[in-house]
């Protein structure tokens, strides 16, 4: 089974990068503030989390910073008893 | 609070920083009625200078038309310059029902509600139609007033890929489970210059029981065999729930804009969207124009098939001169250049050569994408066009990019 790292940077991936880019994006590449995920629709990503870890992230928790990598967003998902 | 030292500061230092991060916005001044030659003062205060302008969204020509001159004159004669009313109150003259009702004939909806603006259409309509049991799904490159506007509504909003269909039939398929879904995109996007696939999209909203939302600025009054717009276009006349779309591009470049579509929506408009109940009327000088805008090119093919051939003829001219364009149907072409800096600085040069163009990049753009957006109306003439395009072309060769694939330029500027 893939590791919850690998689940969360295949869907980065398939989510937002287009067919003809072909940045790459690692554990540690800024998605936000490196212009890949724009803040209007990291809603889809908060979306997925919550799905696939069955867990309600509230808004205030859900900031670009915690979203802007999927290193970051590993840790955001320890504090809801999610892990490795 | 004061407004003291510390206060003016906070907001001094954000200035700077746009200005140290080169996106501090300077308007220019233009001496002149909008036209494709103009004008401008750059920086204000400086000499004018005469260029061609490249960068209007006066897609008809028709911002200074004198017919439509003539009628916004006649209309403040016998309607008025304003109304100092609302709407509902006491701000609905006959002439902007008969707008309303030509605007409806025109997208080939059942009914049209007028805003302001499109920026407002856009910011009030998706809180009156929608609640937190429903979702909207958008194009990710729609423009910023439709994330505005989903962003005021209580509806999940969901997004997908630029265009990919597969890829929004996926977010179809999850959200069947709420109460209603819109499919929410541009007919014509801005800064790309390509059309939605309406047709596609139409196709999967019937399958999977979605709402179409479109807003058309970009290409109401010359896309499509008659102007309609990108629904004409694909073929989907009266097949988009809502449409949105400006008074202040094609359709004369006044304001005003309106959401027109499915009566019932239409009218939860007149009951519940905050733009159009809060704010002023449309000024009677610009519903006259716009009527008058709307009898010209009812009337004849003429300027929209003007602009067509001028689109086609700048396309292949630079594509032929070893350009990268964007491919697409509409009269916006953009010059892609891909690093920052230097759609910058070949803007600075097309200036200094006498043509006005402007370079857009991130956050504009996604990273990487800088680019010189060039838009053309039917009030360009082939000689401004031949001039524009050997202007391109003498500083293409400049700084070496003519002929060069993407990954050249970005070889020699960066990203």
């Known amino acids: 089974m893939a590791s919850i790292k690998d689940t969360i940077l295949q869907y980065v991936k398939n989510e937002y990068l287009e067919t003809d880019d072909d940045r790459e994006i690692t554990y540690d590449t800024p998605l936000i503030s490196g212009g890949i995920v724009d803040s209007f629709s990291m809603v889809s990503l908060k979306v997925f989390l919550e799905t696939k870890f069955n867990i309600q992230i509230p808004d205030a928790k859900a900031s670009p910073e915690a979203f802007d990598s999927v290193n970051n967003i590993v840790n955001l998902l320890k504090e809801f008893s999610v892990k490795e | ?415």
Not at chain 2, 98 to 122: H, Q, V, W, Y
Not at chain 2, 379 to 398: D, P, Q, S, Y
């Open chain 2, 1 to 415: 609070m004061a407004y003291n030292v510390d206060v003016r500061k906070v907001y001094a230092d954000q200035l700077e920083d746009l200005k140290s991060q080169g996106i501090f916005k300077e308007e220019r001044a233009i001496c002149a009625p909008q036209d494709s030659e103009i004008e401008v003062e750059f920086p204000i205060g400086s000499e004018k200078k005469k260029v061609i302008n490249m960068c209007a969204n006066n897609y008809l020509g028709l911002s200074s038309h004198p017919e439509v001159v003539k009628a916004a004159h006649d209309g403040l004669d016998v309607r008025g310059y304003g109304m100092s009313s609302v709407r509902f109150i006491c701000g609905t003259q006959d002439i902007h029902k008969e707008l309303e009702r030509k605007l409806t004939e025109f997208l080939g909806t059942e009914d049209t509600i007028l805003f302001p603006s499109c920026m407002d259409a856009n910011a009030g309509v998706f809180e009156a139609i929608l609640t937190d049991q429903d979702v909207m799904i958008a194009d990710r490159l729609v423009h910023a007033s439709i994330i505005d506007g989903m962003r005021l509504c209580k509806a999940q909003n969901d997004s997908y890929k630029h265009s990919d269909m597969a890829h929004l039939e996926e977010k179809l398929q999850l959200h069947q489970n709420k109460r209603l879904r819109m499919v929410i995109t541009d007919g014509a996007f801005s800064m790309d210059g390509d059309l939605a696939k309406l047709d596609k999209i139409v196709e999967l909203a019937e399958k999977y029981n979605a709402m179409v939302f479109v807003d058309d600025s970009h290409a109401s009054g010359y896309i499509g065999r008659t102007g309609r717009g990108a629904h004409e276009h694909f073929n989907v006349l009266g097949k988009i729930d809502i449409i949105t779309t400006t008074l202040g591009k094609a359709l004369g470049g006044a304001s005003g804009g309106c959401v027109s579509g499915r009566k019932e929506i239409v009218e939860m408009c007149r009951q519940k969207a905050r733009p159009y109940l809060f704010s002023n009327t449309v000024a009677p000088v610009i519903v006259e124009g716009a009527l008058r805008v709307l009898e010209i090119i009812s009337r004849s093919t003429e300027r929209r098939d003007k602009l067509e051939e001028n689109s086609t003829f700048w396309r292949k001219g630079l594509t032929e001169a070893g350009f990268i364009i964007k491919a697409g149907e509409t009269a916006i072409v953009p010059v892609m250049l891909f690093n920052a800096k230097l759609s910058q600085d070949v803007a600075k040069d097309l200036y200094a050569e006498g043509i006005y163009a402007v370079g857009f990049f991130f956050p504009v753009v996604p990273k990487g994408q800088a680019r010189i957006r060039t838009q053309l109306s039917a009030a360009h003439e082939r000689h401004h066009l031949e001039k524009a395009l050997a202007a391109f072309i003498k500083v293409g060769k400049k700084y070496d990019i003519l002929g060069k694939t993407k990954q050249e330029i970005i070889d020699k500027y960066g990203m």
